[in-house]
Structure formats: C-alpha cells, structure tokens
C-alpha cells in the first residue's frame, strides 16, 4: 500500500540552451501517468493545434481579465502575444491526485514559485559552462556579441539555481531522466504526506491525540 | 558528469517489528557501494565476529570514554551491554564521498538527529495497524498481555513519524528499497549540493558574485 496522497506540481526549468524541451518530452514518454500543463495563450491557433490539448485559446480581453483575477500561476508576454499557466488546469489536476509536470524558463518559475510555494522545483544545469556555451553558439550563424549576449542572460539565469531545491545535469538524457523521476517519488514519500487516515488506528493505541497535526 | 559531493547519512528506523533488518539488508545487496554503519560494543565477540566489520569490539572504560569525549552519534545500554554508533566512523566514510546507512530503533534515530541534523531520515511504516499487529503477535507465543504492551510501544513510535523527512511503506520488499533508492539519488540532486567549483565559470559572466553564496 502507498499511502495515498494528492499530486504534485513539478518546475522543471533552468537557463536557455539547457534542453527544458528535450528532457521534459523523453520524461513524458517515460511517465505517461504524468500531465503535462497547457498554457494559455492569445495567439492564433496554427493548424493541427487544438484548444486544451496544446494551449488554451483565449482573446486579449479574455486573458486580461484572468491576470486581473489572479488566475495564472505565471504569464509573459512575447512578440506581441500573452502566454500563461492557468491556475485552475493545474489544481484540478493535483486534486485528482495526479503529478502535473511544468517546463518553463527562469523567470516564470519565479512567479510561480511565489504563487506556488509548494510545487517541486527542479533546476536543469548543463554539464559544463562549456557546454552550455557550444549549445548556444551552435544554434544558429549569429554574431560573437549575440552569442556573448545570450550566454551572459543564461549565466544570470544559472545563478538562480539556489532557489530550487533541485538540481540535476542535463548530461545524459536517460541518465537525467532518472534523476527527475527520483526526485518525483522522494517527494511522494515526504513524512508529511502520510494521510492523517493511516494513523487512525495507531492513534487509539496512544495517549498523545493525533500523530497527523504534530 | 555528476556534481560532485560528499556522501550522505541515511537514517533507517521506525517500529519494531517493521522489518527493518530485512529492507537494510535488502537495500546492501542492491546498493553494494553503500556502506553499512558499524557499531561499537562492550559485549564479546562471537563465533565468526570479526573487528571492524561485524562491530567494534571495546571495554567498557573505552565506551565510557567514548561517550565522555562525545565520539558517538547515539547509544544505550541493553542486557548488560552497550551498543553505539562511532561518529569518526561515519564522518570519514562520508569525507570519503561514500553514503553510509545507519538501520537503528526510533530512540537511537533521535539521538542521531540532535547529533547529526544533515542526515536523511527514513521511516519504515507498516503497511496499516493491522499488519503490524499480525507481525508481533506471530513472532511468539506470548501471554496477551506482552502483544498489547509491545503493540502500544509500536504504536508510540510510530508517532515519531514527523520528526523524519521521509515515510515508506514497507509493503513489498522491492517496491520498499526501490523507494529508498530514489530518495537517496533525490537527496544527491539537492541544490545546495552543486560544488562551488561547478560555477566559476558561469560568475566570471556575472556580476552578482559567488553564485554558491546566494
């Protein structure tokens, strides 16, 4: 018997070139129980894009309106487009008593951390300052001022691991992976989510009233 | 390339009769490169025993000094004897890099915890009430009255849940180490375990000084 708990949010983030994309996909293929969150957002759906599954389709207006009402863990907005994660998607899931997991860039993780305190945040780190380098060098022909730009953003980024309580390399994927999916079932055996029901019978036993509110 | 760290401390105790021998065992066979915590005692060797590896053999003046000189992380007495956990043991075994696992009694846990608050605390549960009192009333053919009392025991300790980080149910002996493993690889990818070292370059970019200090 595990005992039975709700879900947990996981954060998987960390700084741009790290392969949130790629380690959060080979993850979901490992853990289909997983739910993955879908992000708002006012931009045109593309073809073969479809409402709930990819994003939730919202007009400016519409989107404006669940800022003002609190109803986005975090929201950003880029070229001319809002996106965002829905706070209600992502409770009722937990409630559901499954793990949601999402994959976002530093800066949103912050604003969900504060909203969210008690989600599992995990900080992806290349294996190396160098590698990290070569990826984002790599990427395109762009200009050596470009790529020193991009690289000093992802150092700063990198700085903010210290507000994670996890961090894991991107070194290999499977080997990564596994880290994440570790780090998933320790935080399912954290003492405090024993069900106060476990105890129920323990508690007859002792004089000292109910283990679950010590 | 895996940050690296020193070892941890694991910490595996809960109620008698929850079998934690048999996970302790179960959890060396499947983790060779863990290392089991060696007692010291005053009783004498027996057949087969060897020094160093079965306990540390001592007089009782030496385990005396032992704990006037503060060089055990929990003991006590029982039958006659003493039983302990040597510090220096434990902390070169870690300064090593090693992980060392420590399978102990609730009472003994929490003399670890004052001593050692940085270990990892694991919390063998019973799969529900029921199972545990089959298990110590099986062991024997006792009088009623010696289940009660030993159940009641179980059942205050038990209550010492809360004071460790983590609870796993020790309902297959399979499911139950595979379990302590993840929480041991989760506790490897904690933060504040990435070595200074990993970000000297990354500071070199910023300006917001040691990213290890933070």
Request: charged fraction near 30%; include cysteine.
């Amino acid at each position: 018997m595990e005992p039975k708990d709700g879900g947990l949010l996981i954060v998987l983030s960390g700084p741009s070139g790290v392969g949130k994309g790629t380690v959060c996909k080979a993850l979901r293929s490992r853990m289909p129980e997983l739910v993955y969150s879908v992000s708002a957002t006012t931009r045109a759906p593309r073809e073969g894009e479809r409402e709930g599954t990819d994003y939730f389709f919202r007009t400016r207006e519409e989107f404006l309106e669940m800022i003002r009402s609190d109803a986005l863990l975090e929201y950003t907005e880029y070229v001319g487009n809002y996106y965002g994660t829905p706070r209600d998607f992502v409770e009722r899931t937990l409630a559901e008593g499954k793990d949601i997991i999402l994959e976002i860039d530093v800066a949103g993780a912050r604003q969900v951390k504060e909203k969210f305190p008690r989600g599992v945040f995990v900080f992806l780190l290349p294996p190396s300052f160098e590698a990290l380098k070569q990826r984002i060098a790599g990427r395109g022909t762009e200009p050596p001022e470009i790529i020193a730009h991009r690289l000093r953003k992802a150092a700063e980024e990198v700085a903010r691991v210290r507000d994670y309580q996890y961090a894991v390399v991107n070194d290999d994927i499977e080997a990564c992976c596994a880290r994440i999916q570790a780090i998933i079932t320790a935080e399912h055996c954290r003492s405090e989510r024993v069900p106060p029901g476990y105890f129920r019978e323990f508690e007859r036993m002792t004089s000292a009233g109910p283990i679950s509110e010590r």
